[in-house]
């Protein structure tokens, strides 16, 4: 059995409850970049007003949510020196890499020119976003 607590759980330190909600992903758009997730992941909208919007899964947990930045430049992968740099990326499990991969083109996705695992896809959302598809 595994010691992992399940997404959404909450854990006690020194008295106080945390509860991981959600990772924020800037982009230019919010709303748009939302919708991308929304189709490719097929969760729920909790909130959504212009430049904002909350994603989550159906069965609970935490989710995605997004925020609208002017300025917001999308990462250069592979890193590059003087570009910006990806401050991080989503690690997405599927049942099957290729149909899971064709599914994030179709909705918007491009697959990254550099990949560094044969097992793993790494794809870029509309807003230059990495993210990954693995199986395990």
Do not use: K
């Amino acid at each position: 059995m595994s010691d992992e607590l399940p997404a959404g759980a909450t854990t006690h330190v020194d008295g106080v409850g945390y509860s991981l909600s959600a990772t924020v992903l800037e982009s230019r758009d919010a709303n748009a970049h939302a919708d991308f997730y929304r189709r490719l992941l097929g969760w729920t909208t909790i909130d959504e007003e212009p430049g904002w919007v909350i994603l989550r899964p159906p069965g609970g947990g935490s989710g995605l949510s997004f925020s609208t930045d002017e300025l917001y430049e999308p990462p250069v992968w592979p890193a590059q020196p003087g570009a910006q740099q990806m401050q991080d990326h989503l690690d997405i499990h599927v049942d099957d890499l290729s149909a899971a991969v064709e599914r994030a083109l179709a909705c918007g996705a491009t697959l990254a020119e550099y990949q560094p695992q044969d097992d793993v896809r790494v794809l870029v959302d509309p807003a230059g976003h990495l993210f990954c598809h693995f199986e395990s």
